[in-house]
């Protein structure tokens, strides 16, 4: 039987993409401001799963032909690498720089290591958050 | 700026993550597994030579100051079990490429051994309470999934139960945590350590202690909370139950260790009478579990219990020369667990069962596994001149000197019982006619299973001959955890 | 405040333990979640409950909070989130394995 979900599918297609850009911007706005890569994850997951269970898996699937898995594993050394690279300046592990770049048309922006360890904590959440739901999604059907 | 104490943390979980992306190719993983330990061996060898030559280090991660930032630690007790966790990972992941399946291989089991050293080597270098505990949930999540990958009945089932164990503990661990962050307003072991003393032990900082030794005691099998312990270990397959024999517990072990050394050290009548009833008691109930039990695994589960009192025994005995023996029985009784784990599993997949009334006679077709399961056998069981005695000897020595007479009478009977246990599985396993056929066994290499665990039984022998420099290393191990000062100035400056 | 936080969590602590008293897998799920919420508004409260600026590039607020029992919290909550999706999805394997979710049928042996 096919449940035609006409106010369900709109809506998703509209609150879906208002979610992902807010989780965009938690993740650019944390670490000097509430926001982050945690949180920002656990928002971009929240759209995701929505799309998920809006419209069917497959479809889904083939729009976003990620290997969930891997894609931990990628954040987790993206972050581990982050940490490391504080090794080359002689600091300890985790050590953070940053500095401020005057960028056309942007303005000043502060740019920190911090940023791309935060890109693979979310990476991780993210990925977690949907492997968990939809391994178990996937078990019932 | 000792970034050394960071590598054994930071090796295993590089590993683990990359392992992830080559789930698929198992000779990969096998070989670059492989090469991983050796390297982490390499490095938490490296770590026990600069910690002995140049004192304590130290990494404050981030740059940030000691009480502000987390620290890692690495002194010599710390850096000791290090090494026992590598030389551990390193045969249990030999022992493993043998008895593991395909299908557990494809799951994962790479990568979350290798996050699970991470959590221990983690637990065992920081210097941070609320590090502490999430190492410890990095060990326990690891272990969740090491001991349930197969997933049968009785896994699944008895994991549920160790799995909600584990996390009431690591959640009475936040409480207890909550409850020292109040009190003294840092989680820095050494900053704490300091303001204890400046605050004195009273009644709140001793629930918390308790408190802190409950959460400890759980993941240390100490009595009365060990029941979780011998249906979980007894599920995994035989490289994972020796994993987990020879390493998890210590951890717990560790913990209370290094808590009633450095900070709960203001008021020994308590506290540490405390400790010395468990250690009694655990001893006690985990070596007559054993003696009634008639299945090769489970005697070695509860002989785990059993021996954690000799350990806390020799904590609570508080003498330079008791901590120096508790610590010495730790280091053989990783090495020893471990190796009887290896043994238990090489001959279940010989005779196909764990059952001892099952089994007869394997010493006249496998006289090189029964004999060297003698050697670790009478080593547990406190023979000279095995590593076992030398460590008892250790603590029934400086229970006499404090004249502690009744645990010392405990620990001896106890050790009876000890040689007792491992006899019956000596006689009804190897004596007797053979219950085997040739073609039974014929197909199975004894060869590749006995090799990771020869270095066991050379250490153990070892650690016997040469045990006079090993005890004075392990003295001076005992000398530097007993004096906080040391870890306190190492830590926070002077 | 504070007393009112301190009953707040014993009473959500106080329903955990129930929960983890039921026979119910779910429900000792649900204990789990509960006895971790507890847990982490215990240590907000006993690490003392300030009202104040966050200590964030700042220097001149009135006054300050602790920041790091908010990080610990956050971290706790992080591994608890971890913890409880593990736990779920075990409860529910072991339930289809056992076509049961009465912990007292969930008993024995390993030989059976």
Redesign the interface.
Known sequence: MKTNFLMLHTITRIVSFIVLSFSVYLFFAGH?APGGG?IGGLMMAGALILLYVTFDAERINRVLPFDY??I???G??LA?VTG?N??LF???????YFEYYQIPFVGEVELTTALPFDLGILLVVVA??LL?II??AE?VS | ?N?IV?LPV?IP??AG??L??F?HFPKLQRISSAVVMLVMLAASVLLVYSVYQDGILT?????WPAPFGIVLVGDLFASLMVLLSSITGVTCLFFAFQTITKEREKYFFYPFYFFLLTGVNGSFLTGDLFNLFVFFEVMLISSFILIVTGGTKFQLRESYKYVVINIFASMMFLAALAYIYGLTGTLNLAHIAQQIEEIGQTGVVNTAAIMLLIVFGIKGALFPLYFWLPQSYYGPPAAIAALFGGLLTKVGVYAIFRTFTLIFVHDISFTHTVLLVLAALTMVLGVLAAVAQFNFKMILTYHIISQIGYMIMGLAIFTPLAVAGAIYHIAHNVVVKSALFMFAGATQKITGTNNLKEMSGLLKTHPALAWLFFISAVSIAGIPPLSGFFSKFALVLSGLEAEMYVIVAVALIVGVFTLFSMMKIFIYVFWGSPSLQRSDYSHIKLAPLLMPIVPFIVLTIAMGLFAEPVFTFIQLTADQILDPSIYIDAVLGE | MEILMIFTSGIIIAVATYLFMTRSLLRVAFGVVMLSHGVHLLILTLSGLETGAPP??TENAEAYTDPLPQAVI?TAI?ISF?VT?FL??LA?RTY?EHGTEDLEELRGNADE
């Open positions: 000097n945690f898995t891997a931990i594993a990628i987790l050394l581990i490391l504080s090794y002689g600091d300890p592990f985790l050590t953070q977690v958050a968990t391994s178990i078990d | 700026m970034n960071l930071l979980f590089i993550a990359v992830i992306l789930r990494v404050e991660l981030g740059n | 964030l590039l956050l992080v971890g999706a779920l999805v529910y289809k």
